[in-house]
C-alpha cells in the first residue's frame, strides 16, 4: 500500500501510535501530576536492595511531608546513597514500594520520568558548565527539557529573566551573574547547581553533604538557603556536618544498616544510647 501510495505521488498517511506508545504517553502525563492532597510527598515502604550478598537497604520505611526539611544521617554504608538512587530510579528496589505523592510509582518510571515528574538530585560534589557565565548556567537549566540549538539561541522572555533573576537573588549570586561559573569558589560552585535545579521547579530536592568543603560563612549562608526554601519545596538533606543539621532540621532520620534506628528531633537523637553508640559516638 505503501509502497502503490508513493508512485502515485500521495504523501503516505502517518502510521498510527501503538497501543503500547499510547499507554506510555498517558502514564507520562499521570506521572507528571502527582497528587500530594494527603501531604505526603515522599512514602517509602519495606524497601530492600541487595548488591552480591550485601544488604543496601533493609525493608527501609520513610515518609516525607510536603514542604518539609528532612535530614538523613548514620555512618558509612548506612544506605543513604542507596536510598537516594531508588527515589530517583538510579537503583531499582528488590522489594517494597516507593510513591512519588500518593498516585505516582518511582518503581516504574525511570530517572528522566522521575526528574521530570518533580524530583531533583544534587550530589557532593558540583557539577556545572564551568566555562558558561552563572547566568548561562541558569539559562540552560531552565530550558534543559529542549533542543541544544534552540536552548543556546532562543531569547529569553520577560518572565524568564525575571525567574532568572528572582533564583540568582535567593542563591545569593546575583552580583556574580556574569561571572565564569568555574572561577566561582566551591560554596559558590555549590548554590549555582542548586540554583540550576530550582530552575527546573521541583516539588523535592535530595541534597548530597551539600556543605562539605565549605567555608563556615557559606555553610551558614547554606543554612538560610535551605531553610528558606522549606514549606515551597520539600528538602532531604544527608549530612554529616551536625552542626549544620541542627541549624536547619526539624525532623532527624537516622540510618543503620539499611533501615531506620531512630527518628525525631535533633537534641533527641543527640542524647539517644542508639545513636550514640552507633554514630555519634564514633
Given amino acids: 500500500m505503501v509502497a502503490m501510495e508513493e508512485s502515485l505521488g500521495i504523501e503516505p498517511a502517518p502510521e498510527r501510535p501503538s497501543v503500547d506508545a499510547a499507554a506510555d504517553f498517558t502514564r507520562a502525563i499521570e506521572h507528571g501530576r502527582p497528587d500530594f492532597a494527603h501531604g505526603v ?7 530492600s536492595v541487595s548488591f552480591d550478598g550485601f544488604q543496601a537497604l533493609n525493608k527501609l520505611s520513610l515518609a516525607i511531608d510536603v514542604g518539609e526539611l528532612r535530614c538523613i544521617i548514620g555512618p558509612n554504608g548506612a544506605g543513604k546513597t542507596t536510598m537516594m538512587d531508588v527515589i530517583t530510579g538510579k537503583t531499582r528496589a528488590d522489594s517494597g514500594t516507593a510513591f512519588f505523592g500518593q498516585n505516582v510509582d518511582l518503581r516504574e518510571m525511570s530517572e528522566t520520568e522521575i526528574a521530570r515528574a518533580g524530583i531533583g538530585r544534587k550530589f557532593q560534589k558540583p557539577t556545572i558548565f564551568e566555562n558558561h557565565t552563572v547566568f548561562e548556567n541558569l539559562e540552560l537549566s531552565m ?4 533542543r541544544v540549538r534552540t536552548a543556546l539561541f532562543a531569547k529569553l522572555a520577560s518572565d524568564e529573566r525575571d525567574r532568572i533573576a528572582e533564583t540568582l537573588r535567593l542563591i545569593r549570586l546575583d552580583d556574580a ?11 559558590q560552585k555549590q548554590w549555582l547547581e542548586i540554583g540550576m535545579l530550582l530552575m527546573q521547579e521541583p516539588k523535592l530536592l535530595l541534597l548530597d553533604e551539600p556543605v562539605a568543603g565549605m567555608s563556615d560563612d557559606e555553610t551558614e549562608r547554606t543554612a538560610e538557603l535551605f531553610v528558606s526554601l522549606a514549606g515551597k519545596h520539600s528538602l532531604v538533606v544527608v549530612e554529616h556536618d551536625m552542626a549544620f543539621v541542627a541549624r536547619i532540621a526539624r525532623t532527624v532520620t537516622v540510618l543503620h544498616e539499611g533501615s531506620v ?3 525525631g528531633p535533633m537534641d533527641r537523637m543527640q542524647n539517644d544510647p542508639r545513636v550514640i553508640e552507633v554514630y555519634l559516638g564514633r
Avoid: F
Fill in 41 to 47: 510527598i515522599l512514602y517509602l515502604d519495606d524497601i
Fill in 261 to 263: 534506628l531512630a527518628e
Fill in 143 to 146: 530550558k534543559a527539557d529542549k
Fill in 177 to 187: 551573574a556574569d561571572n565564569v561559573a568555574g572561577l566561582l569558589s566551591h560554596g
